[in-house]
């Protein structure tokens, strides 16, 4: 392996993922100095990298492409901290999440209704917290474009339950992914696992699986909202993707529900 010129080693690394390029930088030392050539993993960084590091809230320092990238595997918020990007290390696929401000929320500007409010947890700003409402209906929507072409996405609701939650465990919620102006995905999800029992005998013949909030690694919780085909091009910036969560339905007064935002992010295949 030492043989091989080591600019052929780069054309041969930057065919591979950054994962791969990481565990043949074991095989010998000519792969292990061209692991770190810029050329290598300038291919690993989004092309419109440019145009997103001059939307960092904080500028970042690097010495190489390959700490920019690693650099950029961590959250770095964008767009005044409305946002929140990365690349997933393994592939070096885009994921955003949206915060709450980024977001459609029906009625969020009545403070009757809704709160926003700093959190020690957060990442943004502010979060948003439902007070009191009959009508729950959130949307998030970006352009296809800023996402990775060919990459199968999934999108998720990033939310806590407050101590003080009440009605939010009567009526299943509709989630749904909008594409092209198509729905591709649709389903329904519940916000209190802990009370789904309770639920299902008050209302019998609900058929179909629901989607149940998980625990994240950083202490929040997530709801599934759907997957959808980000084709090959990505699409163009009048192209958008939508993803909502709505219970416009049962009329039952709910609050102590609490939003970061929505994160679309690639899916991991098992």
């Excluded at 990007?85 to 999440?97: A, D, H, P, T």
């Excluded at 090959?232 to 609050?255: I, P, R, T």
Aim: glycine share 6%; aromatic share 8%.
């Amino acid at each position: 392996m030492d043989s091989l010129p080591e600019h052929c080693v780069s054309a041969i690394l930057a065919l591979a993922s950054p994962e791969d390029a990481c565990r043949l930088a074991l095989v010998s030392r000519t792969f292990r100095s061209a692991a770190q050539s810029d050329i290598v993993w300038d291919g690993f960084l989004p092309p419109n990298c440019d145009a997103l590091l001059a939307r960092l809230v904080r500028p970042l320092k690097f010495n190489s492409k390959k700490e920019l990238f690693l650099s950029l595997c961590r959250p770095q918020l964008i767009d005044s901290g409305r946002k929140s990007f990365k690349l997933e290390r393994s592939s070096g696929k885009i994921s955003y999440v949206l915060s709450a401000r980024e977001l459609s929320i029906a009625w969020s500007d009545v403070p009757m209704y809704w709160t926003w409010k700093f959190a020690p947890a957060s990442r943004f700003r502010e979060v948003a917290e439902l007070i009191t409402t009959d009508w729950l209906e959130i949307e998030g929507q970006m352009p296809t474009a800023m996402l990775s072409p060919n990459t199968l996405y999934e999108a998720y609701l990033i939310m806590k339950i407050s101590h003080r939650a009440y009605g939010l465990d009567v009526m299943p919620s509709q989630v749904s992914v909008e594409l092209k102006n198509q729905v591709v995905f649709t389903s329904t999800s519940i916000l209190q696992q802990n009370h789904r029992e309770n639920r299902d005998q008050q209302r019998p013949g609900v058929e179909g699986e629901e989607k149940v909030p998980m625990e994240r690694e950083d202490g929040w919780m997530e709801v599934e909202l759907g997957e959808f085909f980000n084709g090959a091009g990505g699409g163009d910036l009048d192209e958008v993707v939508k993803v909502s969560f709505k219970e416009v339905k049962g009329y039952q007064l709910k609050g102590g529900l609490v939003i970061e935002g929505i994160e679309v992010r690639p899916k991991r295949i098992a």
